[in-house]
């Protein structure tokens, strides 16, 4: 990428129009195959759910699911957060995870967490880039992949950190 030049990222809603968009990602990017349940989490979450264009081409997606906690407040599950290959290092999968952050931020959201392939190292790093950390191991929580084991990585936003 040359110097001075602006990368056409653009970020779109996940509508019922254009769910298929999110489905295509979903099948190329990841070992498991999403129930029906996935998909209508992701468009309940509203601006949580996000297709990412690069110059007009759909290529990544972050699909998050809003979850109330016993004390009644929000907390954000990232069901999903990948880019298509080519794609990668261009800043999509950041620009992504900022928009969600942002958005946690701005209505009070004090938590987010995800569950990530404890050999996936690209993605643990990545979320450790962004201040999340390991705070629980999961054994044989995926069926059907090997290693059949998560992390589950959380990260904790303090208010203060909100955009004005």
């Known amino acids: 990428m040359g110097l001075g030049r602006e990368v056409a990222i653009s970020l779109d809603g996940v509508r019922d129009k254009n769910v298929m968009q999110l489905k295509k990602l979903n099948t190329v990017l990841f070992p498991i195959r999403y129930n029906e349940k996935y998909y209508v989490d992701a468009l309940a979450s509203g601006e949580f759910t996000k297709l990412a264009y690069f110059s007009d081409i759909c290529v990544g997606a972050i699909a998050c ?29 950041t620009r992504l995870l900022n928009h969600v952050l942002d958005l946690c931020s ?28 390991i705070t629980d191991t999961i054994p044989n929580y995926y069926t059907n992949i090997t ?4 992390y589950v990585l959380r990260k904790f936003i303090s208010q203060s950190q909100a955009k004005k």
Do not use: W
Request: with cysteine; glycine share 12%; net charge neutral.
């Open 65 to 93: 699911r809003l979850e109330k906690t016993e004390g009644g407040s929000v907390r954000v599950y990232i069901m999903t957060l990948g880019v298509l290959a080519p794609y990668r290092g261009l800043g999509i999968g």
């Open 106 to 133: 701005k209505q009070n959201i004090s938590e987010i967490y995800l569950h990530v392939q404890t050999n996936n190292e690209d993605a643990i790093n990545f979320y450790k880039k962004f201040g999340f950390d």
């Open 147 to 150: 290693p059949p084991d998560c």
